[in-house]
């Protein structure tokens, strides 16, 4: 689970295992984002489509293809 590796990074003090680990947390949530009907982003979804589009994820997410 991504987030038990998040927390057990934390509780380890180790810094830089928790920023890796929450980077590869936000970057399968970006991916599965991606992968969702894209009908899902009209109407009220609209808005949170437009603010992830902005974000440096967005970006990470398209290098990493």
Sequence with gaps: ???ETIRA???KRD???ARAAAFHHML???TR?????PEYWQG????AAGRLARTRLAS????SK
């Design 15 to 17: 810094v830089e295992a």
């Design 44 to 47: 009220s979804n609209r808005a």
């Design 60 to 63: 990470e997410l398209r290098k």
């Design 28 to 30: 399968s949530t970006a």
């Design 33 to 37: 984002i991606q992968n969702v009907d």
């Design 9 to 11: 990074a934390f509780e």
């Design 1 to 3: 689970n991504e987030h």
